[in-house]
């Protein structure tokens, strides 16, 4: 069993930066594929980054390419999302998770969930 928790979220203002942790404990940190999720109010959950087990390939949504990078420290059992040039669109709960899969952009692929975080981005 794998546990996940985030931290790092808050209030930042657009063109802002945040970076958001989630550490593992329980399992095998290093055999888990691990995806970044979010959902904004009243909207369904979508994915937003994903990373291989190794942390050699990476994916990302559209919407955030270019502005967020995920990255993760076996050594330390933590993934992170580093977010850069923040739109209130981004506001949102910051889900990590683990899955058993090479790497997932699909909620249910992914096996372990975290309790999530608070981002809002003010304009």
């Known amino acids: ?27 095998t940190f290093s055999s888990s594929a691990m995806g970044w999720f979010r959902q904004g109010p009243g909207k369904a959950r979508e994915f937003v980054a ?21 990255s993760r420290d076996n050594a330390k059992n933590t993934v992170y999302l580093q977010m ?23 909620w249910p692929d992914y096996d372990y969930w975290g309790q999530g975080t608070q981002v809002t981005v003010s304009s």
């Not at 985030?6 to 930066?17: C, D, H, I, R, T």
């Not at 850069?84 to 699909?106: Q, R």
């Open 50 to 70: 994903t990373i291989t087990r190794s942390g050699r390939s990476t994916v990302y949504a559209d919407s955030v390419k270019g502005r967020f990078t995920i």
């Open 84 to 106: 850069n040039s923040l739109k209130p669109e981004d506001t949102a709960v910051y889900y990590c998770a683990a899955g058993v899969k090479s790497y997932s952009t699909l």
């Open 1 to 27: 069993q794998v546990q996940l928790v985030e931290s790092g979220g808050g209030l930042v203002q657009a063109g802002g930066s945040l970076r958001l942790s989630c550490a593992a404990s329980g399992g």
